[in-house]
C-alpha cells in the first residue's frame, strides 16, 4: 500500500506543508498522536490536555518536549513531558537531554514527569542502558519509558518502566499522585474539545500547570489556585 499525505494532513501534523516528510517523521508523529489516542480509548476524560511541541511555552535550554499531556485521574493528576523516540537519537543526544530536564525538575512543580515514548521494548532496555550510569537524582521516579504499542493495548493501564534507576514498574495511570486538580471543561475527546478545536480557540491554562486545590465532595467553596514550586 502507498501512500501520501496531503497539504492539509501534513499541517495537522504540524509538519512543512510543501515539502513531504520522511517516513521516520511521520512515524514519529503518528505514535506522538497514538500515545494520547491510546490512553483515552481505554478511558474517557483521563486526558484533560494535549499540547504538541509547537504549542508548548519555553521550558528552558535543551528542553523540547514533543508533546504536553495532562491527565487528571478526579482524585490525583499529573503533567507529562513527552519524548517521542524513534531510535534515532545518539547516546550523547540522549544523556544532554536527561541532564536538560534534570535540571529544569530541580526547581519545578510537584506532578510533572518525563515520559520517553518508544518504538519497541528493546529501545527502552537500550535507554535504560544509556541512562544507567548518570545517576541524576532530580529525575528519581520522574522519568519512565513506555512502548507504544503498550499504551495501544492497555492505555493508562501500561505499565511504564523508570529510565536511570531501578524502581518497580507502575501503570501509566498510577503516576497521577498529585492531590491537586488539573481539571478542565474541555477534556480530549469530548465535545466541548472537538467544538474549541472547530473555533480555533485556546483555552486559559494557567490552573492546569500548578494545579488547584480538590473540590471536596458535597463542598461549595470554591477551589483556590496554588502553586507548588519549591513545596
Not at 499529573?78 to 534534570?102: G, H, K, M
Amino acid at each position: 500500500m502507498a501512500y501520501r499525505l496531503s497539504e492539509s494532513g501534513r499541517r495537522r501534523l504540524h509538519l512543512n506543508p510543501y515539502r513531504s516528510p520522511s517516513l521516520v517523521t511521520v512515524r514519529h508523529q503518528l505514535d506522538g498522536v497514538e500515545f494520547v489516542t491510546g490512553i483515552h480509548r481505554q478511558e474517557h476524560g483521563l486526558v484533560q490536555l494535549w499540547w504538541p511541541e509547537s504549542m508548548i511555552p519555553s521550558l528552558g535550554d535543551g528542553i523540547h518536549p514533543d508533546q504536553l499531556v495532562i491527565i487528571d485521574t478526579g482524585e490525583a493528576s499529573a503533567l507529562f513531558l513527552v519524548e517521542v523516540d524513534e531510535s534515532t537519537e545518539r547516546p550523547p543526544v540522549i544523556r544532554e537531554r536527561l541532564n536538560a530536564y534534570a535540571k529544569m525538575f530541580a526547581v519545578r512543580h510537584a506532578g510533572w514527569y518525563l515520559i520517553w515514548v518508544v518504538n519497541s521494548p528493546a529501545r527502552l532496555a537500550r535507554l535504560r542502558q544509556i541512562a544507567a550510569p548518570m545517576e541524576i537524582a532530580n529525575l528519581t521516579g520522574r522519568c519512565w519509558g513506555v512502548p507504544i504499542g503498550e499504551v495501544s493495548k492497555l492505555g493508562g493501564s501500561a505499565q511504564v518502566v523508570a529510565i536511570g534507576e531501578n524502581l518497580p514498574p507502575r501503570t501509566l495511570r498510577s503516576l497521577a499522585t498529585d492531590p491537586k486538580s488539573r481539571r478542565t471543561p474541555y477534556p480530549v475527546g469530548s465535545d466541548a474539545w472537538i467544538q474549541l478545536l472547530a473555533d480555533d480557540g485556546l483555552e486559559d491554562v494557567r490552573e492546569l500547570w500548578y494545579g488547584v486545590e480538590r473540590k471536596l465532595a458535597g463542598s461549595s467553596e470554591k477551589p483556590e489556585s496554588g502553586r507548588v514550586d519549591g513545596e
